[in-house]
C-alpha cells in the first residue's frame, strides 16, 4: 500500500524593506530580519525565496548586507505621478510581483509579507483564495492594520496568528 507523502511547506518572503526600516532604524535590522526568518523557517517551513523591495537610495545603503543575507533586491524608484508628486513604487511592485510569483510557483504554501500596511491586503486576499497561508513580519505592533490581521492565518499546530515581530534594537549611541 502506498502512502502520500506529506507536503513540505514552502514559504515565499516579500519584505517592504523601508516600511520595516522606519519602524526599526537601526543598521541591526538585517541581522533582526535573519533571526525572524529562521524562526519562520523552523516553525512553518522551508524559505523558497526572499525579495526585498525598496527604493535606489535605500537598496544602495544596503546593497552588501542584503547580498550576504541571500535577499534578492528589487529596486522600487521613486518616480513622478500625474500630478507632479514624487511616488513610492515599493507597494504596487510588491504586489504585482507577489501575484505573478503566486501564479509561477505552485509548490508554494506560504506567502509571508514584511509589512503590517493595509495596502496588501489585496495580495493578502489573493494569497487565501488560491490556498495560501499567509503570515506577517513586523517590526512593530503600531504600524499593523487590523484589517490585514484578519486574514492571516495561524501558526503550524497552534491558535497564534502568524505575526512575527522583530525585537526592538537597543538604543545606538
Not at 501575484?99 to 514584511?114: C, K, Q, Y
Not at 496588501?120 to 512593530?140: D, E, M, P, R, T
Request: net charge neutral; with cysteine.
Amino acid at each position: 500500500m502506498f502512502r502520500r507523502r506529506k507536503r513540505k511547506n514552502k514559504v515565499l518572503v516579500l519584505l517592504d524593506f523601508e516600511n520595516l526600516y522606519i519602524h526599526y532604524p537601526s543598521r541591526s535590522i538585517i541581522g533582526e530580519l535573519n533571526k525572524t526568518l529562521k524562526q519562520v523557517a523552523q516553525e512553518v517551513g522551508e524559505i523558497s525565496k526572499i525579495f526585498v523591495f525598496a527604493p535606489n537610495d535605500t537598496a544602495s545603503i544596503f546593497a552588501e548586507e542584503f547580498y550576504h543575507a541571500g535577499f534578492f533586491t528589487i529596486l522600487c524608484p521613486k518616480v513622478k505621478g500625474k500630478d507632479g508628486l514624487e511616488k513610492d513604487t515599493v507597494d504596487e511592485t510588491i504586489i504585482d510581483l507577489g501575484r505573478e510569483f503566486i501564479a509561477e510557483m505552485p509548490s508554494l504554501t506560504h506567502l509571508f509579507i514584511g509589512s503590517g500596511d493595509i495596502d496588501f491586503l489585496k495580495l493578502v486576499i489573493k494569497a487565501n483564495h488560491v490556498g495560501l497561508n499567509v503570515g506577517l513580519i513586523v517590526s512593530g505592533l503600531k504600524p499593523l492594520s487590523f484589517d490585514l490581521i484578519k486574514w492571516v492565518d495561524k501558526k503550524p499546530g497552534t491558535n497564534e496568528k502568524m505575526v512575527y515581530v522583530l525585537s526592538q534594537p537597543e538604543k545606538e549611541n
